[in-house]
C-alpha cells in the first residue's frame, strides 16, 4: 500500500480469496470455572495465588466466565465475520492430575464448544497447550522433566482422539519462549522458576513433545493441519557498531534461533551452544529428528521488535535491550512497529520456508474509556490493526507464504501477570457483570470483514 493511502482504508479483496480470518483466544485467560467439574489446579491458579505474582493480585478463577458463556463469545466471533475461531483445551479439565484418569465432563465442555464453533460456520483451531500446566505435573518437576512429555504426549491422543473428527486445525503449543523463559528463567510467569538451565531444559521438553505429538495427532485425525506457535521477534541492533551487531545475534539466537533452527531440522544453533555451554539441555538419541517432525504451518504471533545493544557484564548473554525513546508504543510499552513485522515474516520465509505460514496472534493493549454514549471508541487499537494488516498484505504480495490472520484477541481477558489491568480484546468485557460491549476496533474489523468476497 502506498504512503498516501491511509491504512484504515484497507480492503479485504486486497488479500488473496482464501485468506483465512480469524480471532484467538485461550483457556485460563478466559474460561473461568476454575474448581467446576473436575477440572484440576493448573501452574496458573497455584502461581496467581502467590502474593506479588500478579499486579492486581488477580487470577483466572472466574475471568471472563466463558465456562458458562461461551454459546455468547462464539456468537461475538461469528458476528465479527471470523472464519477460523483458535481456542485451548484446559489440560487440567482433562486430567485434573495431568495423568491417569480422564475426566469426561471436560471433554463434553469442549465437544460443545468444538460443536458451537461449527454450527455458527467456524472452523476450529485447537492449540493443546496455552500454559497450563495440571500443577500435580509441576510438583514433579514440570518441563524440566522428561515425565511430562509422557504425559502431554498422553493428552494429545486423548484430545485428538476425541475432537479429531471435527477438528482440523491443531496447534501443539503456544510461545513455548513465554511457557519456558518467562516460567523457568526470569520468574515472572507460572511456575515462577529462575534458573536459565531449568528453562533451556523446559524448552527440549516442550519441543520434544510438540514434535511427539504431531505424530500422534497426524495418526489419529486424517487430514490434520498440525503446527506450533512461537512469539517470534524482529532483533534490532541499537547501534551499526560491530558490538551491537554482535549482540542482535546473540540475542537473535535466544529468542527465535532456538525454536525455528531444530524445529526445522537444523539442531540448537552452535553459536548460542556455545554461549550456553554447560547449560544446554540434555538431548537424547532421536529427539532432534522428533522436534523436527514436519508440519503443516508454522503459527507466528507478532507483538513488537527488540532493540538491543552490547553490554559487557550482563547475564547471561552480555546483552541489554533498549528502551529507544520516541517511538510509538502500546499502552504495555511495546513497541508499534509493523514494517518490522513484514521484515520478520520475509526472514523466516528465507531461512526457514514453513509449508504454511499463519498470524496467530496479533493485537495490543491501550486503556478503553466509554464516552457518553457508553461506546468504547478505541481508535489506537483499530489503527494498530489496520496498520498491521497492511504489513500482513506486503508481506503476501512481497511472496511470504502467509495464508491468514488472527487477532489476539477475541475478547479482554486474564493477562497473565498484568492480571486485568491489560486490555487486548476486541470486546470490551465488564468483569463486574460480564457484559460483553464490542468495542470500536471490533466493529472496524467487521466491517472489514464483511467488504467483498467471503471465505
Ligand atoms: O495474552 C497473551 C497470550 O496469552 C499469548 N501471546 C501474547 C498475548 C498478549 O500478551
Not at 456468537?75 to 487440567?92: E, I
Not at 541492533?237 to 554482535?246: F, H, M, V, W, Y
Amino acid at each position: 500500500m502506498s504512503a498516501h493511502n491511509d491504512p484504515i482504508h484497507i480492503k479485504r479483496e486486497q488479500f488473496p480469496e482464501d485468506f483465512l480470518w480469524g480471532c484467538s483466544t485461550s483457556s485460563y485467560q478466559i474460561e473461568g470455572a476454575a474448581n467446576e467439574d473436575g477440572r484440576g489446579p493448573s501452574i496458573w491458579d497455584e502461581f496467581s495465588a502467590q502474593p506479588g505474582r500478579i499486579l492486581d493480585g488477580s487470577s483466572g478463577a472466574i475471568a471472563c466466565d466463558h465456562y458458562h458463556r461461551w454459546p455468547e463469545d462464539l456468537d461475538l466471533a461469528r458476528d465479527l465475520g471470523v472464519k477460523a475461531y483458535r481456542f485451548s483445551v484446559s489440560w487440567p479439565r482433562i486430567f485434573p492430575v495431568g495423568t491417569g484418569e480422564i475426566e469426561e465432563r471436560g471433554l463434553e465442555f469442549y465437544d460443545r464448544l468444538v460443536d458451537g464453533i461449527i454450527e455458527r460456520g467456524m472452523e476450529p483451531w485447537l492449540t493443546l497447550y496455552h500454559w497450563d500446566l495440571p500443577q500435580a505435573l509441576q510438583l514433579q518437576g514440570g518441563w524440566k522433566s522428561r515425565a511430562t512429555v509422557d504425559a502431554f504426549n498422553n493428552y494429545a491422543d486423548v484430545v485428538s482422539r476425541r475432537l479429531g473428527d471435527r477438528v482440523k486445525h491443531w496447534i501443539t503449543h503456544n510461545e513455548p519462549w513465554c511457557s519456558c523463559i518467562m516460567g523457568y528463567y526470569e520468574g515472572v510467569h507460572a511456575p515462577g522458576e529462575t534458573s536459565l538451565q531449568s528453562a533451556l531444559q523446559a524448552c527440549h521438553h516442550v519441543l520434544l513433545s510438540h514434535g511427539q505429538a504431531t505424530k500422534i495427532i497426524r495418526t489419529n485425525v486424517p487430514g490434520a493441519q498440525i503446527g506450533i506457535t512461537l512469539s517470534l521477534h524482529p532483533i534490532i541492533p541499537a547501534s551499526d557498531n560491530a558490538a551491537d551487531l554482535a549482540a542482535k545475534v546473540r540475542h537473535d539466537g535466544m529468542r527465535n534461533r532456538w525454536f525455528l533452527d531444530p524445529l526445522y531440522g537444523r539442531g540448537y544453533p552452535q553459536d548460542t551452544v556455545s554461549l550456553m555451554g554447560e547449560l544446554c539441555p540434555q538431548v537424547f538419541d532421536n529427539d532432534m529428528e522428533d522436534i523436527a517432525m514436519p508440519t503443516d504451518f508454522l503459527g507466528v504471533n507478532y507483538y513488537f521488535p527488540e532493540v538491543v545493544k552490547d553490554a559487557p557484564g550482563t547475564y547471561p548473554f552480555n546483552v541489554e535491550i533498549v528502551e529507544t525513546p520516541n517511538v510509538e508504543r502500546t499502552a504495555f510499552g511495546w513497541q508499534v512497529a509493523p514494517e518490522k513485522m513484514t521484515e520478520l515474516l520475509l526472514r523466516i520465509q528465507a531461512d526457514y520456508a514453513p509449508a504454511n505460514i499463519y498470524l496467530t496472534e496479533n493485537g495490543s493493549t491501550y486503556d478503553d474509556v466509554f464516552n457518553a454514549a457508553g461506546e468504547i471508541i478505541d481508535e489506537q487499537r483499530k489503527r494498530y490493526l489496520a496498520r498491521h494488516l497492511v504489513a500482513a498484505l506486503d508481506s503476501v504480495k512481497a511472496g511470504v507464504n502467509l495464508n491468514g490472520y488472527f487477532v489476539w484477541s477475541l475478547l479482554d481477558n486474564f493477562e497473565w501477570a498484568q492480571g486485568y489491568l491489560r486490555r487486548f480484546g476486541l470486546t470490551y468485557i465488564d468483569y463486574q457483570t460480564q457484559r460483553r460491549i464490542l468495542k470500536e476496533s471490533g466493529k472496524w474489523f467487521a466491517r472489514f470483514l464483511k467488504s467483498e468476497h467471503q471465505r
